[in-house]
């Protein structure tokens, strides 16, 4: 299913049924001045709270299936012999997946996690589309204003660009550095 499809399907069908249930907008509209400006200073206006957090389930489970098959894949590509070999020293199943198997399969999922990674910082963008306050959103209202539409699309462009570009940076030296695991 596209992104964008799910975002407006797990919005105005289960969202509207579950955020009102927890009892979220309450929350949001609370009577405390600290927890206000806490919610505002951390995601925008307290009166869309909702929306940003049906914003954010709906990313989690979107990309969860993705990053699950990631690392499944990853340990299921260690060679037998290797989970035999943690048998034969008599390791636990915890020790034997924490000192032998993860340690390979993290230097095998690493570069799809990034790529991942990097593709949801950009697949974010969608949540604008159910007034969250993100980068697009705000970019929307400020070409609306100033009428500078272009000048502010290759501002927004150059953003995204910038972060994926320093995220794949550090991705890249974590590959190079490999990945250790306290023993």
Known sequence: MPPLVFMFVFYFFLSSQIVPLLGIERLAQSDSPALRSALAWLFGDPRLFG???SGLC???LFEGA???EIVRAGIQSI???QWKAADSLGLRRWQRMRKVILPQAL???LP???GQFIMLIKASSIVSL???Q???FIATGVAVTSGRVFEVWITVAALYFAVSAVLSLVFRRLERGGVRFAH
């Open 51 to 53: 929306n940003f957090l």
């Open 58 to 60: 709906c990313l989690v």
């Open 66 to 68: 993705y990053l699950t």
């Open 79 to 81: 060679d037998k012999g």
């Open 107 to 109: 230097r095998r999922i």
């Open 112 to 114: 799809p996690l990034a």
């Open 130 to 132: 159910i007034s969250t």
């Open 134 to 136: 993100e980068l697009t």
